[in-house]
């Protein structure tokens, strides 16, 4: 969380609900741009490559009442990342998700 906070962000890099135009972490870190949605993006790509039995969703969030559109990694069905840039929250119960993906499909599409 700590190295992804400190990322620097530019405008837009990735489609947030359009899995298959994701960059491989790898071409993530070359290019070095990062967008907020893409941040989540990052971190969900860390955790599965550090322990890839952790369960972790990418999942776009929308709140209309507090105006949030963002993808967010929801990890072991708990831990929501990216809802609040640089804080672990907890799963959204009143937000509603629009798109879903498990890392692991992204990793295999990507490949």
């Not at 990735?14 to 741009?33: A, C, F, N, R, Y």
């Not at 990052?42 to 949030?68: C, H, R, W």
């Not at 998700?97 to 990793?107: A, E, F, T």
Request: glycine content about 2%; aromatic content about 10%; charged content about 20%.
């Amino acid at each position: 969380m700590d190295w992804w906070k400190s990322a620097p962000i530019s405008s837009m890099t990735i489609d947030p609900v359009d899995h298959k135009s994701w960059p491989t972490p790898w071409e993530m870190l070359h290019k070095g741009d990062f967008c907020e949605d893409s941040l989540a993006l990052g971190m969900a790509y860390t955790i599965y490559y550090a322990n890839n039995k952790i369960p972790i969703e990418l999942v776009f969030v929308q709140n209309k009442k507090d105006s949030i559109q963002r993808l967010c990694a929801i990890v072991a069905e708990k831990h929501l990342l990216n809802y609040t840039h640089g804080v672990i929250s907890n799963r959204p119960t009143t937000d509603t998700i629009v798109y879903k993906i498990d890392i692991d499909n992204v990793v295999k599409s990507s490949y």
